[in-house]
């Protein structure tokens, strides 16, 4: 893990900050025992550049023997790793970034959280009797 702050401490943070986030899925290796080893880059980057923050690993694979077979092979012809793997990498490096963000005192990098909208109140229809 390694993770910078760019910004000056002292100096206020931006009124509008991006966040972007990247993984990169670098190889599928076999161990002897049958498992799997996938190691990982998790990136995240600040526009305004206020920070930076990577984090690189390996997601261990086991199971079944046929199901890490067919994700070997899949790998090897050049497909993309599947869901499940990118989504557990994802949310483990996301905690890890977002306690690192703390650590360095800048936004952690989640989606916006959508303010709740409210449907517009309809006027009762004027009705008139004579």
């Known amino acids: 893990m390694s993770a910078e702050r760019l910004w000056e401490i002292d100096r206020p943070l931006p009124a509008q900050v991006q966040i972007g986030v990247n993984i990169n899925m670098l190889d599928i290796d076999q161990k002897p025992d049958g498992s799997l080893d996938a190691p990982f880059v998790f990136t995240v980057g600040f526009t ?21 077979r067919k994700i070997l092979e899949e790998h090897k012809a050049k497909k993309t790793p599947p869901v499940q793997l990118v989504q557990a990498v994802s949310n483990a490096a996301m905690a890890d970034a977002i306690l690192i963000s703390r650590s360095l ?7 916006p ?18």
């Open 48 to 68: 305004p550049s206020i920070a930076q923050i990577s984090i690189k690993g390996k997601a261990k694979i086991s199971g079944d023997p046929e199901d890490t």
């Open 105 to 111: 005192n800048v936004p952690p990098p989640l989606p």
């Open 113 to 130: 959280i959508p303010q709740p909208q409210t449907a517009p109140t309809s006027k009762p229809d004027a009705r008139y009797t004579a």
